[in-house]
């Protein structure tokens, strides 16, 4: 089965500053890539996806996410982050029509 | 477009009871899919329903059980609930693109 891992539980981060949140997946076949994010008691609201074509994908909200299937990850990246980005970040995979998800990673953005 | 709606939002039960809840997915979407979310164990999915047919399961116990109706709306039935069972469900409806659109969710709290 595929598996998702998000490394940071928790990311502290002061507003303006970039930020990098990571995402690692167990199997590079036939995957397609999601990130969601989650504001407190909301359902999740889709961020960006990779399908095929450019590793580079770029999302709502100024984040972007780079697929490399070599280290078989879905990093994703805002240059410059606001306080209204807090919240829940997850990382999802579809393997086959089984959806896969991360076990989040919260966003604190400071001011 | 209208988005994935859910109801009931908010819903407070007692141990042993048995609970529906119900979920309408975007116009023109087949895939209907549950997912159990608890601080603990995170996003788990429940199960997905394509066209009235359940398509994939998760590892829950028979006591979770959904359906999907001809016009792609479905429920979930949790029976003999239990205090674990308190948990915010989301309901998603499947895109052409492999992505799920989420709902606000319906926060269960089992007393």
């Known amino acids: 089965a595929q598996s998702v891992t998000q490394l940071d539980s928790q990311v502290p981060v002061f507003e303006e500053a970039p930020v990098e949140l990571r995402c690692n997946y167990s199997?590079?076949?036939?995957?397609?890539l999601f990130w969601y994010v989650q504001y407190p008691n909301q359902g999740l609201q889709l961020l960006l996806k990779?399908?095929?074509?450019?590793?580079l994908v770029k999302g709502i909200n100024g984040f972007e996410a780079e697929f490399n299937k070599s280290q078989t990850s879905f990093h994703l990246r805002k240059p410059s982050v606001h306080i209204s980005d807090t919240a829940e970040y997850f990382c999802?995979?579809?393997?086959?029509?089984?959806?896969?998800f991360g076990s989040g990673t919260k966003l604190n953005v400071k001011p | 477009k209208a988005g994935v709606t859910q109801t009931p939002r908010y819903l407070i039960k007692t141990r042993g009871q048995q609970v529906t809840l119900s979920c309408s997915p975007i116009?023109?979407?087949?895939?209907v899919s549950w997912y159990q979310q608890t601080p603990g164990q995170g996003l788990q999915f429940l199960f997905e329903?394509?066209?009235?047919?359940?398509?994939n399961k998760g590892n829950f116990p028979g006591r979770f059980s959904g359906r999907q109706f001809s016009n792609s709306r479905s429920e979930m039935n949790v029976s003999t609930l239990e205090l674990g069972d308190s948990a915010l469900y989301l309901c998603?409806?499947?895109?052409?693109?492999?992505?799920?659109?989420f709902g606000p969710g319906t926060r269960l709290t089992v007393t």
């Open positions: 990779y399908l095929s074509g450019s590793t």
């Open positions: 329903y394509f066209s009235e047919t359940q398509r």
């Open positions: 998603a409806s499947g895109g052409k693109d492999y992505e799920q659109y």
């Open positions: 116009s023109g979407h087949r895939s």
């Open positions: 999802a995979v579809n393997n086959f029509n089984k959806f896969y």
């Open positions: 199997s590079s076949v036939s995957v397609y």
